[in-house]
């Protein structure tokens, strides 16, 4: 990119166990290279007492540009702290119904899989893409206006002997580079 934004893109990070985490880890890692780009924001961090401010996420949406939902994949879902951020950060009458706060922004995930890519084939082990059981944040990312730009999923973490710690570097790069491309 190299020039100044103005509006940053805001990573909004949740993971449960975010010490014990390699891959959303490193990632944040990486992201703090560019603090005049990227905004993290660690749901885990920002409420250690576990009570979302609806407000001020408001706040930090409102004021930023591109919107990237990174965490690792739950149960086939999101984990619960950003469930939550769900139900009390895109409310009636300020991101859909009456208002659409976050009309035609831009918005992406960035999920993290224990297990492989062929996993989440018709004929692997989950039978569908990690996209599909995804549905209902996409279909609330429909409800809100927004404009879902895709996502960036590193999968197979759990396989140490496969993804290293050199892997996962380069993936964080990588993610760098999908970060940029997709800012506004």
Known sequence: MGHFMDKKTVVIVDHPNYSQSNVNRRFVDEMRKYPEEILIHNLQSCYPTGVLDA?????VLENNGT???????YWFNCPPKM????DKV??????????????NKKIGL???????EAAYTASGRHHRKVEDYLANILH???????????SFIT???NDTEIVTADVIGQRAREY??????IAS
């Open 155 to 157: 999968y197979g973490i």
């Open 110 to 116: 960035c999920i993290s899989c224990g297990s492989e």
């Open 55 to 59: 407000s001020k996420e408001h706040c």
């Open 67 to 73: 919107i990237v939902l990174q965490f690792p994949f």
């Open 83 to 86: 469930k939550e951020w769900f």
């Open 176 to 181: 760098i580079e999908w970060l940029k491309s």
């Open 140 to 150: 609330a990312f429909e409800m809100c206006r927004v404009d879902y730009i895709g």
């Open 90 to 103: 895109l409310t009636s009458n300020w991101a859909f119904k009456d208002a659409y706060h976050l009309e």
